[in-house]
């Protein structure tokens, strides 16, 4: 089985930009979460869907969200980009509710 | 709220040294418990696992114990390599609070020296 994708890479945004990244999940798997990973602040949760619902939402501000489609791959978004945005953006898949399975991230760099 | 506690790195190994990274966790209930591997410039991988109390998760030579009555799940290996060189993380999710929501620790990074 393919693992998580995440699409693109590597990315470089000018502050007030908007952002839109991607994750295909595992076969199979209908739930997606998102998460933030900074060197000052580990590794924060930002949220999960299942079936297209947002199900758990971290203690991030209105300018990051996500959607998911009928196919289980997912979207988030960031808009009006501020420096302290640039993060590796991870994103995992699960099947039940328990064991994650994660894609390689997207890096994003603000400036 | 559920929290999951780690040792602060770095931690600096020869090779084929015993390698413990302790994790505690706090929360209500039986979570589940995790422990993530992440190398430079990749995601998290899963490395082992443990659904219950006394349960023993192992991979690769790794392996961690869930034990309620200390609250903790510390990560070891008998004889580390070059290769373990990596970010290690413990997680939670589950428990009575009913969350799926994963709780990381800070991470543990791990060098080892040849």
């Known amino acids: 089985k393919a693992g998580v994708t995440q699409t693109p890479r590597y990315l470089i945004k000018t502050r007030g930009q908007q952002v839109t990244l991607s994750c295909s999940p595992i076969?199979?798997?209908?739930?997606v979460s998102w998460y933030q990973q900074t060197p000052g602040q580990g590794l924060q949760f930002l949220f999960e869907?299942?079936?297209?619902?947002?199900?758990n939402k971290g203690n991030f501000p209105g300018r990051f969200s996500g959607r998911q489609f009928s196919n289980s791959r997912s979207e988030m978004n960031v808009s009006t980009l501020e420096l302290g945005d640039s993060a590796l953006y991870l994103c995992?898949?699960?099947?039940?509710?328990?064991?994650?399975?994660f894609g390689p991230g997207t890096r994003l760099l603000v400036l | 709220g559920n929290s999951v506690t780690q040792m602060e790195g770095p931690v600096t190994l020869s090779e084929e040294a015993f390698l413990t990274i302790n994790c505690t966790y706090t929360?209500?209930?039986?979570?589940?418990l995790f422990w993530y591997v992440q190398y430079p410039g990749e995601g998290l991988q899963l490395l082992l696992k443990?659904?219950?109390?006394?349960d023993k998760g192992s991979n690769k030579g790794f392996e961690a114990t869930y034990r309620k009555e200390t609250t903790s799940f510390h990560l070891e290996k008998g004889s580390v390599q070059v290769s373990d060189s990596a970010v290690y993380f413990c997680?939670?999710?589950?428990?009575?609070?009913?969350?799926?929501?994963?709780?990381f620790g800070t991470g543990t990074r791990l060098k080892v020296l040849a």
């Open positions: 995992a898949s699960s099947y039940s509710q328990e064991t994650q399975y």
């Open positions: 076969s199979g798997h209908r739930s």
């Open positions: 869907y299942f079936s297209e619902t947002q199900r």
């Open positions: 929360a209500t209930g039986y979570p589940s």
């Open positions: 443990a659904t219950k109390a006394d």
């Open positions: 997680a939670l999710s589950g428990g009575t609070s009913g969350t799926y929501k994963y709780i």
